[in-house]
């Protein structure tokens, strides 16, 4: 009788298992879903700043192009008429204007989005762990 005394035991452990597993899948949900939480915010955070710091520099920059530009049209109307020298400043203006237009639709189309990609890794390595995979392969031990 000992032997089935211990075999109920082991399945009473089992059924105790599987009534806490969909407590504890909602738990790593949860988990989960607080670390994308984080991450995005963590992620937002620095992106808020970084864009209010190149608008302010962008902002500057645009002030001393317009002292610049004012500067190469009257060096230039030393030589020539003033309003030769404006055209000629323009079109120098409109050249760089397309180069640098061109050169950032390009960035913009390699870069990468702000994903929580620490978060998917998470996810994909628990799944991994939930099937039996990976590093937390039985095999492995």
């Not at 089935?4 to 738990?27: G, H, I, V």
């Amino acid at each position: 009788m000992p032997p089935r005394s211990a075999e109920r035991e082991e399945s009473r452990s089992l059924f105790s298992l599987l009534r806490e597993l969909p407590a504890t899948l909602l738990e790593l949900v949860r988990i989960e879903f607080e670390e994308l939480k984080r991450e995005m915010g963590r992620k937002l955070k620095k992106l808020g700043l970084g864009a209010l710091l190149i608008s302010i520099a962008a902002t500057l920059g645009l002030f001393l192009m317009g002292t610049l530009i004012a500067a190469a049209i009257l060096a230039l109307a030393l030589i020539m008429p003033a309003w030769l020298a404006a055209v000629v400043v323009s079109g120098a203006l409109l050249i760089l204007m397309i180069i640098f237009l061109a050169a950032g639709v390009s960035t913009f189309k390699k870069g990468n989005p702000p994903l929580p990609t620490e978060t998917f890794d998470a996810i994909i390595e628990d799944a991994h762990a939930l099937k039996g995979e990976g590093r937390f392969d039985r095999d492995t031990r």
